[in-house]
């Protein structure tokens, strides 16, 4: 969905908005709101949304995480990594590519993966050929 309008899907939406900002600090409180999160269909949405806040949450339920892990998500997805591929260093720009610093190396990675797996195909055959 682009751009804010996931939070009309969003579960939370529909129900009490100090569910998810108990100021008794209820851990009961939490968990419901919890619960409610991890059925959410737009959970993923309210994370990115949420970690990119200035500045970040300070309280409250996000996306079924505490305010202490979403700092930990936002300190994560800006961490420079290593690529798996060409050891170039990145910061990942979305969860769903945390190992290598573009598609070009993606696809390397999986190319290798791919003739490694053919080899060792290959060679399973030469052995029970020359057993038989």
């Not at 969905?1 to 900002?21: E, H, I, R, T, Y």
């Given at each position: 969905?682009?751009?804010?309008?996931?939070?009309?899907?969003?579960?939370?939406?529909?129900?009490?908005?100090?569910?998810?900002?108990p100021a008794d600090g209820s851990s009961a409180t939490a968990a419901t709101a919890r619960r409610i999160c991890a059925g959410c269909p737009v959970r993923a949405e309210c994370l990115d949304y949420a970690v990119t806040l200035e500045p970040l949450p300070l309280d409250g339920i996000w996306a079924g995480l505490t305010h202490v892990q979403v700092r930990q998500v936002a300190?994560?997805?800006?961490?420079?990594?290593?690529?798996?591929?060409?050891?170039?260093?990145?910061?990942?720009?979305?969860?769903?590519?945390?190992?290598?610093c573009s598609d070009g190396c993606r696809d390397v990675a999986r190319r290798e993966q791919a003739v490694a797996s053919e080899r060792r195909r290959r060679a399973r055959v030469r052995d029970r050929k020359a057993a038989a």
């Open positions: 969905m682009s751009g804010n309008g996931w939070k009309d899907a969003a579960l939370c939406a529909q129900v009490d908005p100090d569910l998810w900002f300190a994560a997805r800006t961490r420079p990594r290593p690529c798996f591929t060409c050891g170039g260093t990145f910061v990942p720009a979305s969860p769903q590519n945390r190992a290598f």
